[in-house]
T-cell receptor, first 114, second 112 residues
Framework: EAGVAQSPRYKIIEKRQSVAFWCNPI?????LYWYQQILGQGPKLLIQ????????DSQLPKDRFSAERLKGVDSTLKIQPAKLEDSAVYLC????????????FGPGTRLTVL | GQQLNQSPQSMFIQEGEEVSMNCTSS?????WLWYKQDPGEGPVLLIA?????ELTSNGRLTAQFGITRKDSFLNISASIPSDVGIYFC????????????FGQGTRLTINP
């Protein structure tokens, strides 16, 4: 089966600019996650969706980060405005069906904020 | 918040040697997952553990879910060059939204 797709793979922006990342989960997976992975650290959950509803966004910096999954499939994560400390890899993962306890990750988007 | 302490942070070994790494926490988990991440890629699931005491193998990899539900270890036998990468443990907490919490990773380097 096709894996989790993410785009773009790389993005370089200046601070205070806006950026958006896109994720297409594995077909049939109801749960979608966005993680932030800072260099040298493990992934940190930003937001979890179940279908098109938010399950957990307790670690999402809501003053500048937003995410949506309007039709319960694709998802978009936006940062507006970006700060230097937002430089990281943004990973999307999905889970569901017989794999509901497991999470499968996409390749990530590497964001550099200058 | 929940924290996972993963050790060691890095390992430098010779090809063919056995590798062992572990994760501990003060919180109880109902699932332990072990991932490997190569440069420029997302983490890839290696082994999933669902019951306390469970011992599961995947080829040369063996992982165990600790009896206390607060720890897990991963062993790699007869290491080969393609084992190089960063290994992460992840635990799913029992209450709430059951999100995954990740360890800080173990960077494995193998000298041929």
């Amino acid at each position: 089966e096709a894996g989790v797709a993410q785009s773009p793979r790389y993005k370089i922006i200046e601070k205070r600019q806006s950026v958006a990342f896109w994720c297409n989960p594995i077909s049939g997976h109801a749960t979608l996650y966005w993680y932030q992975q800072i260099l040298g650290q493990g992934p940190k959950l930003l937001i979890q969706f179940q279908n098109n509803g938010v399950v957990d966004d307790s670690q999402l910096p809501k003053d500048r980060f937003s995410a949506e999954r309007l039709k319960g499939v694709d998802s978009t994560l936006k940062i507006q405005p970006a700060k230097l400390e937002d430089s990281a890899v943004y990973l999307c993962a999905s889970g569901g069906g017989s794999s509901y306890n497991e999470q499968f990750f996409g390749p990530g988007t590497r964001l550099t904020v200058l | 918040g929940q924290q996972l302490n993963q050790s060691p942070q890095s390992m430098f070994i010779q090809e063919g040697e056995e590798v062992s790494m572990n994760c501990t926490s003060s919180s109880i988990f109902n699932t332990w997952l072990w991932y490997k991440q190569d440069p420029g890629e997302g983490p890839v699931l290696l082994i999933a553990l669902y019951k306390a005491g469970e011992l599961t193998s995947n080829g040369r990899l063996t992982a165990q879910f600790g009896i206390t539900r607060k720890d897990s270890f991963l062993n790699i036998s007869a290491s080969i060059p393609s084992d190089v990468g960063i290994y992460f443990c992840a635990g799913r907490i029992i209450q709430g939204a059951q999100k995954l919490v990740f360890g800080q990773g173990t960077r494995l380097t193998i000298n041929p």
